[in-house]
């Protein structure tokens, strides 16, 4: 059921930010959508969450927070890819057991990179050779996975977190994030910050109820 929602989620936030028809390749607006591109990119601002550089900040620790936030972000641009070629139900049977993992027991930063980068260099083989077969889109899905294991992020949380932050993109959305006029900034921190507190103090996450509960920070800045 879980799988279920998210999918439908993203179709509907597909629809109403890009338009009718998006699965075509472009927006309403003529704009053209590349998703595996997408994957590419935010997989750079998850690695770029690790202590990587060996030239800065060489001490420091992986902000997991900020990192499991870009893996959903990611999530969102592999489910629109998969939702590109595929309808809901026929892109649920291709995720099937995949999201039934253990996460790893030890975090390693080196071996998140590890997967991250493998996971991007699928996306650019996929997008540059134009390669849309069942085998490829389900070779994406399960090393998507494969970094969420490595990250310690289990599927539960990713669903939660996956709620929100749709929650949160439809928020921007409607408060002007196109337009530029879209405060990100509330109270000191990414509005992200805010939507992982109200969505940790949440039993069962709820659209509606965190839609509202945004809309109440957002209105007091």
């Not at 809901?88 to 990179?113: E, H």
């Not at 949440?202 to 509960?213: I, R």
């Amino acid at each position: 059921m879980a799988l279920t929602e998210m999918f439908e989620l993203q179709k509907r936030l597909n629809d109403e930010t890009n338009g009718l028809n998006w699965e075509l390749g472009t927006t309403k607006l003529g704009k053209e959508i590349n998703w595996l591109r997408c994957i590419h990119m935010e997989v750079a601002e998850l690695i770029d969450s690790t202590p990587w550089k060996h030239w800065k900040n060489i001490g420091a620790d992986c902000d997991m927070q900020n990192l499991q936030i870009e893996l959903v972000d990611i999530w969102h641009f592999v489910m629109s890819f998969v939702l590109q070629e595929k309808n809901v139900p026929k892109s649920i049977a291709l995720v099937g057991a995949s999201c039934n993992y253990d996460i790893a027991k030890d975090i390693d930063y080196k071996q998140i990179i590890t997967e991250s980068e493998k996971l991007s260099y699928i996306a650019l083989t996929l997008q540059v050779n134009n390669i849309t077969t069942d085998e490829a889109i389900k070779q994406l899905i399960n090393q998507f996975f494969s970094c969420c294991r490595a990250s310690g992020l289990t599927y539960e949380w990713l669903n939660k977190l996956y709620i929100g932050k749709n929650c949160l993109n439809k928020f921007r959305q409607d408060h002007g994030y196109k337009e530029g006029t879209y405060i990100k900034i509330w109270n000191g921190e990414e509005d992200n910050v805010c939507m992982v507190s109200l969505v940790d103090a949440m039993d069962t996450v709820s659209f509606d109820d965190l839609y509202s509960g945004l809309e109440e920070v957002y209105n007091k800045l």
